[in-house]
């Protein structure tokens, strides 16, 4: 799984307020909450983010409420992956289980900047910044968490399970 795309670069302790402000959380639709992902952080993210775009982001990304709409509007808005140099756990976890792919790499974040190109390679845990020709290395994701991403979350993969058990 390879994920290739510009770069929207954020600070540490991204909470989950600032990635979907409650005001929005009256809905579950992934395609109303796009519209407002990030809004208060970054007036111009939606303008801005093309499908197929990395976020990157330092220390403690997610942390905050335990609310499922955060991975949701970030995947929704057409985000491929998120690089950052920690997660909170939850948010790592509701990401995974929304299909959002996630890796962790503090030199990956230091080393790429708003705008650049990037390339992340999830299987063998390779991250490229193509506009400064580096590459870093961060832990692949296990065959598992493949599996779920490739379903697109952990509801499809286990439904795909299912299927073929019956």
Avoid: W
């Avoid at 959380?25 to 775009?53: I, R, W, Y």
């Avoid at 790429?112 to 390679?121: L, M, R, S």
């Amino acid at each position: 799984m390879i994920f290739k795309g510009k770069a929207h670069k954020y600070y540490d302790n991204i909470d989950t307020d600032v990635i979907i402000p409650a005001r929005y959380l009256n809905t579950s639709d992934p395609n109303e909450l796009a519209k407002h992902c990030l809004e208060d952080l970054d007036k111009e993210f939606m303008n801005k983010v093309q499908k197929g775009d990395i976020l990157v982001a330092g220390k403690n990304f997610g942390c905050g409420s335990s609310r499922e709409h955060a991975p949701i509007a970030i995947k929704a808005c057409g985000v491929s992956c998120v690089v950052a140099k920690s997660f909170a756990r939850i948010f790592y976890r509701n990401a995974i289980n929304i299909g959002l792919p996630i890796v962790e790499c503090e030199e990956a974040v230091d080393g790429i900047e708003a705008g650049d190109e990037v390339e992340v390679d999830l299987v063998n845990g390779i991250i490229k910044n193509l506009t400064k020709g580096k590459e870093f290395k961060a832990k692949p994701f296990p065959e598992f968490m493949q599996n779920i991403m490739k379903a697109g979350g952990l509801i499809e993969f286990v439904k795909g399970e299912l299927k073929k058990d019956a």
